[in-house]
């Protein structure tokens, strides 16, 4: 059986890199990823708001490096439209 394909949003990772309630299970999350070698997606506006939300309470270089681990850890980081994710979605 395949696994599922999960579809993530900015607060779950804030919680992840802010260490708050809910940090576990997305640990669980990425080691499943990693795991399966399936990706975890995320839109591109949410990837943004992680930025924007890191960057007003930690400041440039903390929410560049964040963004950087979404980039190149389990994440596909989809377009903002759905007619251009869609593609992207049904390959995963």
Do not use: H, Q
């Given at each position: 059986m395949r696994a599922a394909v999960r579809v993530l949003d900015s607060y779950s990772l804030i919680s992840y890199f802010e260490g708050?309630?809910?940090?576990?299970?997305?640990?669980e999350i990425f080691r499943a990823a990693r795991d399966?070698?399936?990706?975890?997606?995320?839109?591109?506006?949410?990837?943004?708001?992680?930025?924007?939300?890191?960057?007003?309470?930690?400041?440039?270089?903390?929410?560049?490096m964040e963004c950087l681990f979404i980039l190149y850890s389990f994440f596909m980081v989809l377009p903002r439209l759905f007619h251009e994710a869609l593609?992207?979605?049904?390959?995963v």
């Open positions: 708050e309630a809910g940090a576990d299970a997305m640990i399966s070698g399936r990706l975890l997606l995320l839109s591109v506006v949410n990837w943004g708001e992680v930025f924007y939300i890191t960057l007003r309470e930690a400041g440039r270089e903390r929410a560049e593609p992207i979605i049904l390959l």
